[in-house]
């Protein structure tokens, strides 16, 4: 790892930004009526923001979090679901507990709408409109529609939840001896290390299983991070299982013969995990607000402001910054919207050269690759002003040189304190 102690990095999560933002600045806040802000979305990004602008105001800002689900399954760590190692209860955490302890208030819903100039209205499938002065959108992501794929059929299993656990039952009825065929979408796309350690988690279990063949299609040129760790667990750890094809086409899958057509033919599966391209939560594209080639929402990397309207903020996998889409990295981001916000409703400058000096992130993925053996790869990103975007810190970056058993275990407890730091 290039000079740069893990360890110290787990310990960073949650002082990186914290560092940035002032709790005392709300006080100085005019008026007697709470500020207000309406939060789309509860997963890392979402809750991470609504935890903090509770936090850092002195609990000054009235902060209302919608979602449809009643609790927030997460992505992170899913795939030991997948092989058995974690229930679903490891991995699910209850909006209850953000309401108790910080005071956030949670309302069971869909947004469909956000309109306004100065105050918003959110409107919602079933409840009342909310109105308030901020809005911030931490919807995650949407996928694109591959022709003939049904997703109970074909899990994606790439937004946590009955996926997960449909995946994780169609892999346990492969016979001895069959195929496991799995797609890798074109980049940028949410967990960059996490389709090639899908692929090593599923290989693992047809090897323990007693054999059979992991087809991995790669609609990238190559292996896109940790090449040598996942290229080598390909061609070694799984020799003879894994097949793994770069630069694919995906052109159809036959969701009921169990079919996938690309250009490097036709694959026969027992089970098909297609993880389809994908863009911003559907509410960003539904609203038409800018976005980077029609995929990631045009966000200022100061305060994950929309460039296009004021008052509304777009922060984790949804936004389009040169930074990787990982829960790591939502939190990260989630506190330098929060910081933004308390600083205009104080009415102080978030553009102060202090605060543009400070702004940092990182993020980190621990992968499995055997069932007792895990790597890892992390970032740290800071505001570059000159050319007005998030770059990675060199000293920052890392990788694992080996999957072991400590990084098996240490996955444990950066998982734990990035759950705690976001949803407790
Ligand atoms: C297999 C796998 C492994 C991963 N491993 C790691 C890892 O090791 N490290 C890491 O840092 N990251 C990892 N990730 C990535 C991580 O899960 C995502 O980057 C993270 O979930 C992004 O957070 P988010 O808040 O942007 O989106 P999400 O966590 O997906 O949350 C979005 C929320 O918005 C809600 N929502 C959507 N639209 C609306 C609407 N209109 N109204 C109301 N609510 C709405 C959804 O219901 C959802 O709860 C992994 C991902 C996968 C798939």
Redesign the pocket.
Known sequence: MNNFNRRDFIKLMGISTAAVATPSLIKTASGNVSPRVVV???????STVAKYLRLWSNNIIDVTV????PA?V???M??LVVNGQLNMNDITFEHALLSQKYGVNFIQD??TDVSGIGEKKVSLQNGSPLYCDYVVL????QLDQIPGVDHDKVPHA??AGEQTTNLRDKIQQIPVGGTFVMTIPKAPY??PP?PYE?ACVVADIMKNKGGGTVVVLDMNPKIIVEEHMFSTAFNETYNGIVDYRSNVTIQEVDSDELTVLSSEGLFNADVINVIPPHRA???ITDLGFNTISGRWADVNPISYELYSEPGVFVI???SGTSQP??????NSQAKVGADAIIRMIAGTDINAPERIANITTN????SPITSTTATWLTAGFYYNLLEHKMKPVQASLGQAELHNADNYKDMFSWAENLFENTFM
Do not use: E, Q, T
């Open positions: 789309v979305g509860s997963g890392f990004a979402g919608v979602d449809p689900k927030h997460s992505c992170v899913s795939n869909y947004v931490a919807p995650g992501i790439w937004i949410r967990c996490g899908r939560g559907k509410i984790g996998d949804s889409k990982s829960g790591h990295m939502a993020s980190a993925c621990y």
